[in-house]
């Protein structure tokens, strides 16, 4: 009976897990969820129309992907065609949260064309399955639909494989 149930979790937990080739399923942060650096709601509906690529981060883990960001901005993308979104997941870290969303305001100012979201619940860790306490890279094209994930630390060949993605997709 154990194993009946355990595999039924399991097969819940992966159909609830974000999938390459799909446009996941609608979600909304907002409130006492979080939201953007404004105090908007963050819409999942917004990652339409460009190239989205999305850091879904621990503040904990906040540099790990530091070379991805990098070599996205040193590639200079026209911003009417790709877009970045970071997503601070402030249920994962021990950090005040005023000190955090300061720090967010902060790099708002300084990257105008980055969408920065708190996510206060782990709304995309329980929503789109995304691994919690680590850096999560995803890439959606123009409609919607994830064409890349991974959960932690990319290498830099999988940069070149997420630049050259995002080139093929403009």
Do not use: C
Request: hydrophobic content about 40%; aromatic content about 8%.
């Amino acid at each position: 009976m154990k194993r009946v149930v355990l595999s039924f979790l399991l097969v819940l937990g992966s159909s609830m897990a974000i999938e390459l080739g799909t446009v996941p399923k609608a979600v909304s942060i907002e409130g006492k969820e979080g939201g953007k650096v404004d105090g908007s709601a963050w819409e999942s509906s917004m990652l339409k129309g460009k190239i989205h690529t999305v850091f879904y981060v621990d503040p904990d883990k906040r540099d790990l992907n530091n070379p991805l960001a990098d070599a996205l901005k040193a590639r200079s993308f026209d911003r009417t065609k790709v877009n970045s979104v970071a997503i601070i997941n402030l249920a994962a870290t021990w950090l005040p949260n005023v000190f955090i969303e300061s720090k967010l305001k902060e790099k708002q100012k300084k990257f105008p064309h980055t969408i920065y979201v708190k996510d206060k619940q782990k709304v995309l860790v329980k929503e789109w399955g995304l691994a919690d306490d680590d850096s999560d890279i995803l890439v959606f094209d123009q409609k919607g639909k994830l064409i890349y994930k991974k959960f932690g630390k990319v290498s830099d060949d999988e940069i070149k494989e997420i630049i050259a993605l995002i080139e093929k997709n403009i």
